[in-house]
């Protein structure tokens, strides 16, 4: 395969996942629905995943805690997947499926918001810390993939892609993820929200 054709293969898979994302419409305004609620009763967003989905946690608590677009205050987000002591010390001194839930259990609170990202749906850890937070009273969503995996049946809410290649899977929850952080800018601006 050539590299223009293997280049091109590849968008061409990226359309048609792209192409069936509208039917996940209903979904995300769900999902902003329930970041809205949680920032408004004084929750925090909390994301985490693993490896690639780890990235798109930091980045999305990114975009909150310092802006998309608009000029406003900083939204309350933090990724679990960026202080390297804790993401050591835990699975030194327990394991590694633990290492959100203990997290979970130590920082959230019933008004949050937890978003899992975990393309497969079987990520022990990820699937773990929704069940604590769920515990906790607070909300939880999945971005997942494939078939939702065991996360479909854990999180209130599942944004599963319909896609069987991880990077596909991904991009449209980063697209998703993008969406959010533009809606959320909006219902700030409008006044919906303080920030």
Same mark, same amino acid.
Not at 127 to 148: F, I, K, M, Q, Y
């Given at each position: ?46 994301? =985490? ?10 980045? =999305? ?51 949050? =918001? ?42 209130? =809410? ?38």
């Amino acid at each position: 395969m050539s590299q223009e054709s293997s280049f091109l293969a590849a968008l061409e898979r990226h359309r048609a996942t792209f192409a069936i994302l509208d039917q996940y419409q209903g979904e995300a305004e769900q999902l902003l629905e329930l970041t809205r609620q949680s920032l408004s009763k004084g929750g925090k967003v909390i994301f =985490l995943g693993n490896g690639g989905s780890a990235a798109d946690a930091q980045h =999305l608590a990114a975009e909150f805690m310092v802006r998309y677009k608009a000029e406003r205050g900083p939204l309350a987000s933090i990724a679990l997947t960026t202080d390297t002591s804790i993401l050591t010390a835990h699975p030194n001194d327990y394991e590694f499926e633990s290492v959100f839930e203990r997290q979970v259990q130590g920082l959230g609170k019933a008004e949050d =918001l937890v978003i899992g990202l975990t393309t497969s749906g079987q990520s022990e850890n990820v699937n773990r810390a929704l069940a604590a937070a769920n515990e906790l009273g607070a909300s939880t969503v999945a971005l997942t993939g494939r078939d939702g995996g065991k996360v479909k049946d854990i999180a209130k =809410l599942s944004i599963i892609i319909a896609c069987d290649e991880t990077a596909r899977i991904q991009e449209a929850h980063m697209f998703i993820g993008h969406w959010l952080c533009e809606a959320v800018d909006q219902v700030v601006v409008s006044g919906g929200l303080q920030a």
